[in-house]
């Protein structure tokens, strides 16, 4: 679809705040509420706006493990036949198609190692869809960062992965506020009230709430990235000497480059795992040539994936499903 100035101002606003009313949308784009009314609904009927995203912090609702996994199946056939089965997971927050080694990457969360290493067993068991390979990445860092080649640096980025976070107890309405979130981030308070058989404004207190304690971290938005004209693609770096030097080089070039979406490091290989949205291979390949001069006088492995994601709803929390 064809898209103008205003419309790529919109985007981006709604990208950061989706939370908001059509009115405050309208005025800090200098729209009328009638053209923001009329391009949401063409984002959304169009499928270029596929879902509005709200993240969590896992760690509060015990599931203290979020995981990547990369998965080569012996047949391709089996792609298909698992992407239908691993969206009902209770585990599988999104998936992607992987052109490379890999077929699939699958992201999920986990209460402990016991429940990682028995899904990881089940997987390789599984007769149906045979995996002739795999691997895991385990974060323990992970921040995402303002969709910045709609110049809007100056938004704040922020970590979805806190290490001091505890588990938290929810009663039933909370739940029903988080079960509306996951699904819809932009859900109106009043449908969500009504539907809980509570005020506005007790709806409103607990949704502020869940902000102040940081169980909502902030929103998003998932978007067809071909229908902007972008592609996706991960640049897995693993350096040998991942000193705090070299980690807040990484974070800063991070911070910096207009393409970087997100940037996740591990304890396991690779160490380094960065998101970039790009429309043009070259930008890719700048941005590879950027990391080498970055660490030319360090040893590092770098490997590409493009990655589709734009196949399914991401199910941000698919243990309350």
Known sequence: MELKNSDFKLLSYLYHNNRE??????KACKLSREQVDYKLKKYISSGLIIKFITVFDYNKFGYNYFVSLFLKFEKPSSIK????????????VSWGTVFNKYDLVVNCVFKDEKELSDYISKLVSDSENPISDYFVIKPYFAELYPLKFFNHKDREKF???????KQIKFDNKDMGILKAFDKDGRARLVDIASKLNISSELCLY????????????????QFDMNKLGYYFSLILLNIRNFSEDNQNKIKQFAKNSKHVNSLIFSLMKPNCIIQLFHKEESELRKSIEEIKELFKDESFEIDVMLINQDEEEINTLPFLN
């Open 159 to 165: 970590s979805v992965i806190e290490s001091n976070s």
């Open 206 to 221: 607990k949704l502020r709430k869940l902000y102040k304690d940081k169980i909502i971290l902030g929103s998003r938005i």
């Open 21 to 26: 009313s059509v009115t405050k949308i309208a």
């Open 81 to 92: 036949l698992f992407s239908q089965k691993i969206v009902k997971s209770k585990n599988c």
